[in-house]
């Protein structure tokens, strides 16, 4: 069964297709060898004896206007088959194209590598788009929880613990989650869930996103976990180009259109920290079993209060606890004023599965910090939250 149609009078990039699919794709290549595009996708359907294909390439040759109406009819109709289309492109037909529900733009001139590349994304999104078409949509109205995960320092684990809230919640409302990077100058959350993303943080404030959600949508990264990633700049200076109002801007766009929104921050309260946590419906403040953290951590909390910045629902996790440090979860308490939600053990596993980019929650393995991150999890599903408010902050320590 072909899984790819591609339309184009050109032999050349045909044949370049086929070198991109065969042996590397499963699935084969139909080739139409016109310029003239059908005017329903059923004729292109009616092709492969009825069966829909993952992907529909719009090679060189066909008309520009045509390609944009046939990509717009698919998008309304059949939106989990993905349109890709090679052309020269300009900043104003990526606009166009981005409108009408085309996944990928591609040069004329691309070569198979780069082509297998895009084919594989645009497969990805493709069933994506089918395990999401049998999700019932939030209600308009209807705002997503925004979840930031904050520390007043680095290395007790931050990226870890948002990524794998992230793919737990994946797996309660798949295709309704997205994570944001916002350490925009460091962020590790690409490397933490093994993406190496085509569009980043700095695309998704452009004027073109931030008027127009769809726009928006096309720069996200699928993950196979069935959520959303949206990634930190790859350049650092491109951080200073990004300012605190656009991140309020991004945070509540993305609130609109997913159930969950994961915000993993910079460390401390930088200008777009503090942005974003005006936005969140949670947060969640992690610190490690070190006095210097737990410190950094009370101040950083008094430092909010005073500005009104605190989010109604808070969480405290105490990250890779160890039974034998100077601190007890008690201490912490003692020292930050605020009772300990989770506890979650030192593990081996959670290194070796953060350095594979494969958070522990996407895994089958379990351990003790795995159980823990799960309890995190739980606070943010329905069934979850009323038990932890039966709880009244009764902490969960795993040893």
Not at 132 to 144: F, I, L, T, W
Request: hydrophobic share 45%.
């Amino acid at each position: 069964m072909s899984r790819f149609v591609l339309i184009t009078p050109s032999p050349d990039f045909a044949e370049r297709m086929r070198a991109a699919v065969e042996g590397a794709l499963p699935g084969g290549v139909h080739t139409v060898p016109t310029a003239e595009l059908p005017e329903q996708p059923e004729q292109i359907f009616d092709l492969l004896g009825g069966v829909q294909p993952a992907v529909v390439v719009l090679g060189p040759g066909v008309p520009l206007d045509g390609a944009l109406r046939l990509a717009t009819v698919f998008d309304v109709r059949f939106p989990d088959v993905s349109i890709l289309l090679a052309a020269e492109a300009d900043a104003e037909l990526m606009l166009q194209a981005m409108r009408a529900g085309i996944r990928d733009v591609v040069s004329a001139n691309v070569e198979p590598d780069q082509l297998r590349v895009v084919l594989q994304r645009s497969v990805q999104t493709s069933e994506g788009r089918r395990r999401e078409s049998n999700v019932p949509a939030p209600a308009k109205d209807h705002r997503g929880r925004v979840i930031g995960v904050f520390s007043p320092k680095g290395g007790v684990g931050k990226t870890t613990l948002a990524t794998n809230i992230a793919v737990g919640l994946g797996k309660v409302s798949p295709m309704n989650v997205v994570i944001i990077d916002l350490d925009l100058q460091f962020g590790d959350v690409a490397s933490g869930l093994d993406l190496d993303p085509e569009h980043t943080v700095t695309d998704a404030v452009s004027r073109a996103a931030a008027q127009d959600s769809l726009v928006l949508k096309a720069f996200l990264t699928l993950h196979p976990a069935g959520i959303y990633a949206l990634c930190a700049p790859r350049d650092p200076v491109e951080a200073d180009h990004i300012t605190p109002e656009q991140v309020a801007r991004l945070v509540r766009q993305l609130a609109d259109q997913f159930e969950y929104v994961i915000v993993d921050t910079a460390p401390g309260l930088g200008e777009c920290t503090l942005s974003a946590l005006e936005e969140c419906t949670d947060g969640v403040w992690v610190t490690g079993m070190d006095v210097p953290g737990v410190r950094g951590l009370r101040s950083s909390l008094d430092v909010l209060g005073r500005l009104g910045l605190l989010p109604e629902t808070r969480h405290l996790v105490i990250n890779m606890a160890d039974a034998k440090a100077d601190l007890s979860v008690r201490d912490v308490e003692a020292t930050v004023g605020v009772p300990v939600d989770v506890s979650v053990p030192r593990s081996r596993w959670v290194s070796y599965s953060t350095n594979r980019g494969v958070p522990v929650l996407q895994s089958s393995r379990r351990d003790k910090a795995t159980t823990a991150l799960g309890y995190v999890v739980d606070r943010f599903t329905p069934d979850g939250t009323a038990k932890a408010r039966r709880r009244l902050h009764r902490r969960v320590v795993v040893s």
